[in-house]
């Protein structure tokens, strides 16, 4: 009898509480500045990850977890830092990058003439120069990477490479990296040879910046760069042709000062 009375005492006690809870007016985080604390709190360590003096004209504000990035860079490098170091901030999910690179404006012309030289020369001495066919287009300053790379590697050095470079506002990189293959760096070197071996095309091997470039992949081979003759450039696809084991060539070489007629799209 008294345990009775007991669960009937505290079954009285719950539905008290739960009347008297019913009746306290719902007090939301907004309300009580605890949802704004948290955002400000999250721009302050946004804010303090961007101490260094290449990022004095930036701005950060987090709201919802989206940080928005705003301001002013000399480098686009210095554009996509900004973001990655935020990125990490805890509390934030997101980032809106609207950062403006603020160098110097260099006419489209001259700036794709100086990447396209600078990129020429890139990773030289690692021996994957002659297997990179990477492109370069720039447009109001924004430049877009195309092409083939034969690593990662070679990708993220290209890319690094113009972003570091002063009057590039903006990098789209649209690179396609080789499939790794032990096959097709078979095909790779087996092409070289036959290409650079031949004595009407070995000149092509003395300037490390100017080589017939060579992208394989699956057992597919493309030709890409600038000869001097369309008999080089007709002699370069007969000897990758030639080569046992290949599924296609494709012939993608120019020549100098000449439209090319086989540009790839």
């Not at 794709?112 to 994957?128: I, Q, S």
């Not at 690094?160 to 078979?186: F, H």
């Not at 080589?211 to 370069?236: F, M």
């Amino acid at each position: 009898m008294k345990t009775t009375k007991n669960i009937l005492a505290t079954a009285g006690i719950a539905a008290a509480l739960a009347l008297s809870v019913a009746g306290i007016p719902q007090v939301s985080y907004a309300a009580t500045g605890f949802g704004a604390a948290m955002g400000q709190d999250s721009s302050g360590d946004a804010q303090a990850k961007l101490k260094k003096s290449q990022f004095k004209d930036v701005k950060v504000t987090v709201e919802n977890g989206i940080a928005t990035l705003s301001g002013t860079v000399s480098l686009y490098e210095y554009k996509k830092d900004a973001a990655n170091r935020v990125r990490k901030v805890k509390g934030v999910t997101a980032v809106r990058n609207e950062i403006q690179v603020s160098g110097p404006n260099v006419e489209d012309n001259e700036l794709k003439t100086k990447l396209a030289e600078k990129l020429a020369y890139d990773r030289v001495g690692y021996g994957t120069t002659p297997f990179n066919a990477i492109t370069v287009n720039v447009e109001n300053g924004m430049v877009t990477l195309g092409g083939h790379a034969y690593s990662d590697v070679d990708k993220d050095s290209a890319v690094a490479l113009v972003s570091t470079y002063p009057g590039v506002k903006d990098v789209s990189d649209e690179i396609e990296v080789d499939p790794t293959s032990i096959m097709d760096d078979q095909t790779r070197m087996a092409v070289a040879r036959a290409i650079y071996g031949y004595p009407s095309l070995n000149r092509y091997a003395s300037d490390p910046a100017k080589p017939i470039r060579i992208s394989v992949q699956n057992g597919h081979v493309e030709l890409y760069g600038v000869v001097d003759s369309k008999a080089d450039k007709d002699t370069a696809y007969l000897r990758a042709n030639a080569v046992p084991g290949i599924f296609s060539v494709k012939n993608y070489l120019q020549v100098a000062g000449k439209e090319n007629e086989n540009e790839k799209p």
